[in-house]
């Protein structure tokens, strides 16, 4: 059996697999170097197979890290493939961007105990990126078409693996999505060095194939109503993610001074998937750039910046590198590509000449004693203003909820902060039939816990519909 690898643990850890800094800011393919197999196997075996499985503890999907880790030290991929893809609709897409540090290669015995953790992302991404090159990941053909239909409004990584799952159960699945592509943040948000954009398209690809029914350029609220949706349907899932970003308010800030972080990011991906370059959209080439925030996507904004020549890229963030919200991967992969990091700063105006930004005034902060609540303040110190040169200012401070009910409908309950309100441990929203899952009910998360709310949404749809079918019958 593959658990027999004394010593298997020492083999050095792949995670500085990357291309070096200096060549990948030329492009925006991914930057992690696939793993041939012999290296894949090597990895895999590291597993110690502790017998305390902390990993899948640690893993919002609950992936049975230590058995496909197994199998695929034993070089039996496919079987690895049904592990791995039997608790995840998206197995290629969480292992390239979950923040592992922070989740299941954290709690790695091996990290546990000072040993560099098994890479467990990168092996998951490879074993599934081997069953699409083999052709495992086939279109999927249900056991029998139930003759009943679920609206999924949103296509992001909560409506796609709904869909996945309706779809399996035999349900016909439309979903609608205000955008042009499907995909949500993987498409939109996420850049191509993180994420490239044909493995979101190969995904998509396959839920049409299976049958699922993509409505694009569909805003719902505007082209077609909820009630149109309920009318429609069986029962609707709304998967719409957060997307009202915050904006700073300082003197100076005029309505055209600064870009949004998505408007930068969208530019970029759209050209990432093919489209031409619009003109008219925001680019960092030859600029001074200086972004605001210090969360994944500042993190994705600056080193999008370096990839398309700006002159300078400085990230401005209020706290220091151990308060900031983005995972220290992708600060350490930001500042090997030369993004200057001004921590413990803030802004504090926008400074013009004639109709043009040339500079963020910004003061330094302290932290200051914890409070009762465990957390630290900041304040600004006295006389400790700096000015940046700027003349591309992105702000990336982060999303809130937009007015669902307004948008939507009156009696869908809102949460204290305007995410959806459901019922406890479920995805039930305050109208009847009308389901919801993902960023639009936690509030900004990880595509991971997106992922498991899709899937555990659709099951609670099933069981729903079920019932409904057999108090018909009865
Ligand atoms: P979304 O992915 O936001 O999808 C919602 C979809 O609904 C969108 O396609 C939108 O167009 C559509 N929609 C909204 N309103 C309507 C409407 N009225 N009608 C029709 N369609 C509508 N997470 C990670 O785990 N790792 C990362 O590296 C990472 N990087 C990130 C980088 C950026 C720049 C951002 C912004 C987020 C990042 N995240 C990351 C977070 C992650 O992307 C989200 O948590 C996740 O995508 C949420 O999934 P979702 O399906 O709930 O919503
Ligand atoms: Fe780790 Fe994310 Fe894969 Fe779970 S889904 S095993 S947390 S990379």
């Excluded at 979950?98 to 105990?113: K, M, V």
């Excluded at 999924?152 to 699945?173: F, I, K, N, Q, T």
């Excluded at 400074?351 to 957390?375: F, I």
Aim: one cysteine or more.
């Amino acid at each position: 059996g593959g658990r027999s690898n004394p010593g298997g643990f020492l083999i050095e850890q792949r995670r500085l697999e990357k291309q070096p800094a200096e060549q990948r800011v030329r492009a925006f393919t991914e930057i992690t170097l696939k793993p041939t197999a012999e290296r894949g196997t090597a990895q895999a075996s590291r597993c110690t197979d502790c017998g305390v499985p902390f990993c899948q503890n640690a893993c919002p999907l609950q992936n049975n890290i230590p058995d496909w880790l197994a199998l695929s030290a034993d070089g039996d991929l496919r079987e690895a493939w049904r592990v791995a893809s039997a608790t995840s609709t998206m197995p290629e897409i969480c292992g390239r961007i979950c923040p592992q540090d922070r989740l299941c290669e954290g709690a790695c015995t091996l990290q546990q105990s000072g040993w560099d953790g098994v890479t467990i992302g990168s092996v998951e991404a490879w074993i599934a990126d081997a069953a699409f090159d083999n052709g495992w990941v086939e279109p999927i053909r249900p056991l029998a078409e139930r003759g009943q239909s679920v609206a999924v409004v949103g296509s992001g990584p909560a409506g796609l693996a709904a869909a996945d799952r309706l779809r399996s159960e035999g349900y016909a699945v439309v979903v609608y999505d205000r955008h042009d592509r499907a995909g949500g943040l993987l498409t939109y948000g996420i850049p191509g060095f993180k994420l490239e954009k044909r493995i979101v398209q190969r995904r998509v690809d396959r839920l049409i194939e299976s049958g699922v029914e993509f409505a694009l350029n569909t805003n719902v609220g505007v082209d077609v109503t909820m009630d149109e949706l309920r009318a429609r349907h069986d029962a609707v899932l709304l998967a719409m993610g957060v997307y009202q970003a915050r904006t700073l308010s300082v003197p100076g800030r005029g309505p055209n001074d600064t870009v949004a972080a998505l408007d930068f990011l969208i530019a970029q991906n759209r050209v990432d998937c093919g489209d031409a370059a619009d003109a008219s959209a925001p680019h960092a080439a030859g600029r001074d750039v200086v972004v605001v925030g210090g969360g994944d996507t500042a993190m994705d904004c600056v080193r999008t910046a370096v990839r398309q020549g700006a002159n300078s890229v400085v990230c401005l963030y209020r706290r220091d590198r151990d308060n900031m919200p983005g995972s220290a991967r992708e600060v350490q992969n930001a500042e090997e590509e030369g993004v200057r990091f001004e921590w413990l700063g803030a802004p504090k105006a926008l400074m013009s000449k004639g109709e043009a930004v040339v500079a963020v005034r910004a003061h330094r902060m302290a932290l200051t004693e914890a409070a009762p609540s465990g957390r630290r303040d900041i304040a600004p110190l006295a006389g400790s203003d700096f000015d940046l040169p700027a003349d591309l200012v992105i702000e990336a401070l982060g999303f809130e909820p937009e007015a669902f009910a307004e948008q939507l409908d009156a009696g869908l309950g809102l949460t204290k902060w305007n995410t959806l309100q459901v019922a406890r441990g479920g995805f039930a929203t305050t109208l009847p039939g009308v389901f919801a899952a993902g960023d639009a009910v936690r509030g900004a998360s990880l595509v991971v816990w997106a992922v498991r709310d899709g899937q555990d949404a659709a099951a609670e749809i099933d069981r729903y519909l079920r019932a409904r079918t057999e108090e018909a019958a009865a």
